[in-house]
């Protein structure tokens, strides 16, 4: 297929965004109503953790 004939892509960064943040807040909700507020932090504090890791590799 010709390029110069293919529509650019549609930038979906920003929904992509938002809509990582909402499931992470579901799931942390989720978290906090199944096994209580110690639960919640220890999740976060993990997935920080995760996300340092990955901070250091790129």
Known sequence: M????RP????YTSAFLWMALVNLLWILD??????????VMAAG??????????CRRA
Request: net charge negative; charged share 20%.
């Open 2 to 5: 010709d390029d110069e004939t």
């Open 8 to 11: 650019a892509a549609p930038n």
């Open 30 to 39: 989720l978290i906090w109503a199944v096994f209580g507020l110690p639960a």
């Open 45 to 54: 504090w993990l997935l920080d953790r995760v996300i340092q890791r990955f």
